[in-house]
């Protein structure tokens, strides 16, 4: 019967013969980006006109003058003057007399009234509409088709 061999003689050799190096080798990943065209668009644009009845109120200024005989004989010359809505405009004459005065022969009143009037207008108004028509690219360019079979 042979002997066995004890373990740690056995250990020794195979370790010495079998030491071995194995390279490991690591993979790395790079990922990039690029612009690739998937397909165009068409856009259709429009415009509409509807006729739409706006109300407003209005504001109009209308004025009247009055002429107011004064005929009286003044030593400085007035200025106008406001009184109220009124505007009070003096007009001078000369006369010649032995003396020479100054007179002051009319004035003129000027008054603003303001009516207001309701006035309804048909305008036209416009709109636009804007219709988007995708264009697949890869269909419509056979340079870009995949290959069948390729399922990528």
């Keep these: 019967m042979a002997q ?28 990039e980006k690029r612009v690739a065209e998937t397909g165009r668009a068409v856009i259709h644009k429009t415009v509409s006109e509807r006729e739409e009845v706006i109300n407003a109120l209005l504001a109009r200024h209308d004025v009247s003058v009055e002429r107011v005989p004064v005929d009286r004989v003044v030593s400085e010359l007035p200025v106008p003057r406001q009184d109220g809505d009124t505007w009070v405009i003096p007009v001078l004459e000369e006369r010649v007399v032995i003396e020479k005065q100054l007179v002051l022969k009319e004035e003129l009143r000027i008054r603003t009234i303001t009516r207001h009037e309701a006035v309804q207008e048909t305008v036209r108004l416009r709109r636009e509409h804007v219709d988007i028509e995708a264009i697949d690219r890869r269909r419509a360019d056979p340079a870009h088709a995949q290959p069948e079979g390729d399922a990528t």
């Design 4 to 31: 066995p061999i004890s373990n740690t003689d056995r250990d020794g050799s195979v370790r010495r013969d079998a030491m071995e190096t194995i390279p490991v080798v690591a993979e790395t990943a790079r990922i």
